[in-house]
């Protein structure tokens, strides 16, 4: 009877055990399973030599390991086009603008297969920026003709074209925020100095006037819109035609300008980045940080960009973390992608990246 009592306890605690274990199981959390084989990593675009139809995309893991070019043509099985010129992420998609083909291809953003080809109603189409459900693209138009630049409006439900809007010369990049768009005018194959602000529930358009030829733009940690004007600098006219450049800070609640500042006569910054309140840009194949708080341009570079091509061209830049990320790009042969720790200032890596690499974003 005491054996009996003893077994019948035994049993007991392995029911209970194995109940509770099984408790412990069904509250686990499920395991995230891989969106595709392209995310946690970065994405590099390449436009390719223009008029050759080579366009491609590739894709680096973030620990550098792993890497693999041609992703949109090794997943689709085609061309991606001619000249790819940005690139615009959803949570799920991502929007590839190509250029000299006049297209959007849209793909899963983590696995790359191909979801629609926008074809029609873009010329000249440069950056795409989503609000809503609706995409608008920055198109040149003609290039000869100054007055026929526009903003094509795409309903992404149809991915067919919903109304353009007419805009100055050379629209360039394009932001989104809330229900405002922000428009770059570099000026095409001219040079322009405007800041077009779109309203998208009226496509009503407004103009800001800034230093020549802006181009870069990002929203800093207070959502202001910092604007890098690159200046003209019409060197190969006699003589010369040179107006400065400036780094634009405008707000983006009255729409006015807060600060600019501008740089001295011969200094033409081309590339900008914004992370953990600092505006990083590049000039002369330098480094520079403009933190948040500064009230005047920093007058000493964080370092030397050691440029490894051929014929050495800073084409792209990105920052993340203490992480910079540089494109020396060629367009006779492979570029190169220069990858920097800025906590350190020291080189980490130098990739091989495609034909004509160009821009850098985070997947």
Known sequence: MK?????????????????????????????????????????????????????????????????EDGIFMNVNNRLLGDTSQSITFTDELA?????????????????????????SGLLNPRYIAISENKGYVTNWGDPSIATD??????????????????????????????????????????????????????????????????????????????VLSSGKNLFWEMPPVETPASITKINTSTDTVLTNFVFPMGAHPGLMAYENGITYYILNDKLYGLQ?????????????????????????????GNTLYVIDASFAEQSDLLIYDLSLNVKLETLDVALGASKIYFN
């Open 149 to 226: 630049d526009f903003i094509a409006v795409i309903n992404l439900s149809s991915n067919v074209l919903d109304a353009t809007i007419p805009v100055a010369e050379g629209p360039e990049q394009i932001l989104a925020k809330g229900a405002k768009l922000y428009v770059s005018h570099k000026g095409g194959f001219n040079v322009n100095n405007k800041i077009s602000i779109i309203n998208a529930n009226d496509n009503a358009v407004n103009t800001i006037v800034v230093n020549d030829a802006p181009d870069e733009m990002v929203f800093d940690s207070s959502g202001n819109l910092i």
């Open 292 to 320: 948040d708080t500064d009230t005047t341009l920093p007058t000493t570079s964080l370092l030397d960009i050691e440029l490894t091509s051929s014929a050495p061209f800073i084409y792209g830049m990105r920052v993340k």
């Open 3 to 67: 054996l009996s009592k003893l077994a019948f306890l035994a049993v007991l605690i392995a029911v209970i055990f194995t109940s509770c274990e099984s408790t412990d199981d069904a509250t686990e959390l499920p395991v995230e399973l891989p969106l595709g084989d392209y995310e946690n990593g970065l994405i590099i675009n390449a436009e390719g030599a223009f008029g050759n139809g080579n366009a491609s995309i590739g894709y680096i893991s973030n620990d550098l390991l792993s890497q």
């Open 95 to 119: 929007f590839i603008v190509v250029n000299n083909s006049n297209k959007i291809e849209i793909v899963n953003r983590y696995t790359f297969e191909s979801v629609a080809t926008i074809d």
